[in-house]
C-alpha cells in the first residue's frame, strides 16, 4: 500500500486551483513535434483516482492532478512518452487536453452563456493538442496495422463485444509496433488522417454524455495560436462531446456541444459527422471547471483480456486498480475465489508474472469462460512467438466457502462478490458472505495475508464482517461505480490470529 499511500501525499499537496493559470495557455510554437510538452487527460474508474495517479508516477515518472470532476486525472508528458500513456492499465479514455479553465464565470443567460462558449473557440491554443492527435492517429495505424498482419485471433467471438475484447486481448504481451514512430516524428499533412482512422460509435466517456452536430457557418476566425486550415476537398470530420456536471448552468449539454460546435466548424471548417469522426473534441463542463480536449482513444482501454463475457465481466481497468490495490509482491499467491469470467486474475497474470494467480468459481459456464479467455490469450501469444507460452494462471470449480487450499497458504484474496442482483441474491449473500470470509481468513496468512473485496452488498458485508472481526481488519474504502451501481471496495488485512484459534461469531 506504500505507493499508493505516497501518491495520496502528493496530490493532497497539489490542488487544482493551484493551477491559476489555464493549462496550455500560449504556450510558444514548438519547432519540432518531439519537444512538445503536454497535459494529457485520463478518465479512470471513479474511486480509483490516486491508484492512477500513482501508476502514472510509477510508469510516466510525471504527477497528476486529480479533478475535481470525479473519475479523471491530468498529467503532463513529453510527446516522446505518448505510446507508454497507452500502456496505462488503469486509464479508460484518453485525451489531450487544449485548455483548462478553472473558474470559468458563465453567463447567466443561455444565450449569453452559449456565446461565450462559442467565442472560446478562436482563443483557444490548439496547434499542439492537434500536433499530438496527429502523431496519435499514427500511432493508431501503425498498431491497426501490426495487429492485421500479426494479431489475427481465432479465439471465439460470441457478441460484437467479444469481438472488441479480443482485438484488446492482452495487449501488454504484444511487442510495441508504435516505438518507431517518434523516432521519425513527421506530422502528417491533415487531409492524409482522414478516411484511414476507423472510428467506432463509444460510450466510455462518462455518464451522460451528448453530442450535437450543427451549424454550417462561414466566418473565418484566425485569432488564437492556430491557423486555420486550408480548404482542402477532404475536410477533417469531427464531432464534440460535452460531458456537463452541476446545477448552476442554464444550457444543456447538447446545447453546448452545438454551439461549441458549430464555431469549432467555423474556424477549422472541418465537417460534423456524428459516427464517422476523424477528430473528437471534448467540452468536459464541472461546475465552473471546463476543460476542452481532443481525444486519443477511440474506444475505452478497459476493452482487453476477455473474449468470453459473462453477466457480470468486470472492467480490466477497475480489476487492475483492486489487484494494485493489494500492493501483489513477487512469489505472491494470488487467488480470486469467485472469479466469474476471470477477469481480476487474467489481469493479474498479465501484469504481475511474478505471482501465481488461482481463479475459482462453483458456476461450470464460469470456469469454463475463464478458461476460454486464459487460452485465447495464449494462442495470440503463440501466434507471435510460435513458441508454446504459459501464464502463471490456473482455474478449477470449487465453492468458495469451503475451498480446496490449505489454512495460511494464500497471500493475497482479490474478488468481486456476488452483488445480490444479476449473481445470486440478497438473501443468499446472509449467509455466502460470513461463510466466505471465514474461509478467506482461513486460508490467508496471519499478519501479512491481505484481501480486497468489490461488493455493492455493503450491509451484508459489513455485518458479516464483523463477525469474523478477529479475523480481518478493514484498512480502506474505496467507493467505486460499478455499471452505476453505488459499490464499495474494501481492503482488509489478516490480523495475526491463528486460525484455529477463532470461533464463529454464528
Ligand atoms: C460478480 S460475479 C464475478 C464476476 C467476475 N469478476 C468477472 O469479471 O466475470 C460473482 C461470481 O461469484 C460466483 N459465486 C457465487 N457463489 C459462489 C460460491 N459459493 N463459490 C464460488 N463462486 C461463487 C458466481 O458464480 C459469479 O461468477
Redesign the pocket.
Known amino acids: 500500500m506504500s505507493g499508493v499511500d505516497d501518491a495520496t501525499g502528493v496530490l493532497s499537496g497539489v490542488s487544482l486551483d493551484d493551477a491559476c493559470k489555464p493549462l496550455g495557455e500560449n504556450k510558444e510554437a514548438s519547432t519540432s513535434p518531439k519537444d512538445l510538452v503536454v497535459t494529457i487527460g485520463a478518465t479512470v474508474p471513479t474511486g480509483f483516482e490516486v491508484t492512477a495517479a500513482d501508476e502514472v508516477q510509477e510508469k510516466l515518472g510525471s504527477t497528476s492532478r486529480i479533478s475535481k470532476d470525479r473519475g479523471k486525472i491530468y498529467f503532463e508528458i513529453p510527446v516522446t512518452n505518448l505510446p507508454q500513456v497507452h500502456k496505462l492499465r488503469s486509464v479508460d479514455n484518453l485525451f489531450v487536453v487544449v485548455q483548462k479553465f478553472n473558474d470559468f464565470q458563465f453567463q447567466e443567460s443561455k444565450e449569453e452563456a452559449l456565446k461565450d462558449l462559442e467565442d472560446l473557440v478562436k482563443t483557444l491554443p490548439w496547434t499542439d493538442p492537434l500536433e499530438v492527435w496527429k502523431l496519435n492517429t499514427n500511432l493508431k495505424k501503425r498498431k491497426t496495422k501490426w495487429k492485421k498482419s500479426n494479431g489475427q485471433s481465432n479465439a471465439k467471438k460470441e457478441t460484437p463485444e467479444d469481438a472488441r475484447g479480443e482485438e484488446e486481448a492482452l495487449s501488454s504481451e504484444l511487442p510495441d509496433p508504435v516505438a518507431s514512430v517518434l523516432e521519425s516524428a513527421e506530422v502528417q499533412d491533415p487531409e492524409s488522417t482522414n478516411e484511414t482512422v476507423p472510428l467506432e460509435e463509444e460510450d466510455d466517456q462518462s455518464d451522460g454524455k451528448e453530442e450535437v452536430e450543427e451549424s454550417n457557418g462561414e466566418n473565418q476566425h484566425e485569432s488564437g495560436d492556430c491557423e486555420k486550415q486550408d480548404m482542402k476537398d477532404e475536410p477533417l470530420k469531427f464531432r464534440v462531446t460535452c460531458n456537463r456536471a452541476g446545477d448552476n448552468h442554464s444550457f444543456k449539454s447538447n446545447e453546448a456541444a452545438r454551439d461549441f460546435g458549430g464555431a469549432v466548424q467555423d474556424f477549422f471548417q472541418w465537417k460534423a459527422d456524428m459516427t464517422n469522426f476523424d477528430v473528437e473534441v471534448l467540452l468536459n463542463i464541472h461546475n465552473n471547471e471546463v476543460v476542452v480536449g481532443i481525444a486519443l482513444t477511440e474506444e475505452s482501454l478497459h476493452r482487453r483480456n476477455i473474449t468470453h463475457f459473462?453477466p457480470?465481466?468486470?472492467r480490466s481497468t477497475l480489476a487492475y486498480g483492486m489487484l494494485r490495490f493489494c500492493d501483489p509482491q513477487p512469489a505472491d499467491i494470488i487467488i480470486d475465489?469467485?472469479?466469474?469470467?476471470?477477469?481480476?486474475p487474467i489481469e493479474g497474470a498479465a501484469e504481475w508474472p511474478n505471482c501465481y494467480h488461482l481463479a475459482?468459481?462453483?458456476?461450470s459456464l464460469?470456469v469454463k469462460r475463464t478458461a476460454n479467455n486464459i487460452s485465447s490469450i495464449l494462442k495470440q501469444i503463440q501466434n507471435k512467438e510460435g513458441t508454446c507460452p504459459s501464464k502463471p494462471i490456473d482455474c478449477i470449480q470449487?465453492?468458495?466457502?469451503n475451498l480446496p487450499l490449505r489454512t495460511g497458504s494464500v497471500d493475497v484474496v482479490v474478488t468481486?462478490?456476488?452483488?445480490g442482483k444479476r449473481?445470486?441474491s440478497k438473501k443468499k449473500n446472509w449467509d455466502?458472505y460470513p461463510a466466505c470470509l471465514m474461509e478467506m481468513g482461513r486460508i490467508c496468512k496471519p499478519r501479512t495475508g491481505r484481501a480486497v473485496l468489490l461488493t455493492q452488498d455493503r450491509k451484508c458485508f459489513l455485518k458479516a464482517l464483523s463477525k469474523v472481526g478477529h479475523l480481518w481488519r478493514k484498512s480502506h474504502t474505496i467507493w467505486v461505480n460499478v455499471g452505476g451501481l453505488h459499490a464499495a471496495v474494501y481492503l482488509l488485512k489478516r490480523s495475526a490470529e491463528l486460525f484455529e484459534n477463532i470461533r464463529p461469531q454464528w
Open positions: 459473462g457480470t465481466t468486470l475465489p469467485m472469479c466469474g469470467t476471470g477477469a481480476i475459482g468459481d462453483n458456476h464460469a470449487w465453492d468458495s466457502c468481486d462478490m456476488p452483488f449473481i445470486g455466502l
